[in-house]
């Protein structure tokens, strides 16, 4: 058993490792599976930052280019997105269930980003990472117990090879409230949103358009008009609203 437990952890520092080494775009070819618009990538004044030509001379925005990576809106790629002090790199595919195989890939950026939430929270808020999901959980210690609440969750579903996000907290979406005391609501919610991001990122190209969406149908004007029952594309990825008691249930899967 000892040696069962040896070999999947250093499967997954191994997977952990292939994730975190990202090649500059420039360095890469158009798999077969690619979709995007033609063109090629030139360097901006910031360092790690690139730009991407189309072949008429246009700079790319909000778009996907032919080796599969996202444009932002303002036109800038970065190799990797500083999330609660855990960097992710840049995605050029959706991570589907079958090919996350198991969460233990992604411990080292969790525990990233765990140093951050506990050195800012002082341990309110734990991510847990378990083989098939992932949580964030609020923490109350007293003399005499450790009670932990689940606020957000994250699940591999088979059914679509995609996963389930069940969302059990308020977020703060883009409003970046803070106080000066971390057991205010405000901040709490900035955090909390800022866990749903790292995952959004962990798995698809575009992760703050699929996070916002679901900030803004659980929180605020549904903006991207997320729907009961149906699939509603954002970026790179379908979510469809599911009903449920009490909190907001999502799922999502990739667009192509």
Known sequence: MKSRSCLRRITAVI???ALITVLSPAETEAGPGAMGVKG???????????????TDGKFLADG????????????????????????????N????????GDFEMLI??????????????HGWRVISVFSSHMTLSSVVSTEKERTKTTRLSIYKNPDFNGYT??????????EKEMTDDAGEWS????????????????????GDKVAQAIYSS???????????????????????????????????RAVF
């Open 187 to 206: 901040s709490m919610a900035l955090y909390d949103y800022q866990v749903l991001r790292l995952w959004m990122y962990c798995i698809s190209r575009s």
């Open 93 to 100: 595919s959706w991570l589907t269930a079958a090919d996350v």
């Open 165 to 174: 996000i069940e969302v059990r907290t308020p977020l703060a979406g883009d």
């Open 218 to 252: 659980w929180m605020d004007n549904n903006a991207n008009g997320l729907r009961v029952g149906e699939w509603v594309t954002v970026g790179d990825t379908l979510v469809k609203y599911v009903p449920s008691n009490g909190a907001g249930l999502y799922e999502i």
């Open 40 to 54: 090629t990538w030139t360097p901006t004044p910031v360092e790690g930052v690139l730009s991407y030509v189309t």
């Open 64 to 91: 996907y280019t032919a080796d599969g990576y996202y444009v932002n809106k303002n036109g800038f790629w970065m190799g990797a997105y500083n999330i609660l002090g855990a960097m992710v790199p840049a995605r």
């Open 108 to 121: 080292p950026i969790m525990k990233s980003a765990q140093k951050k939430l506990t050195n800012d929270l």
């Open 15 to 17: 997977l952990a490792a």
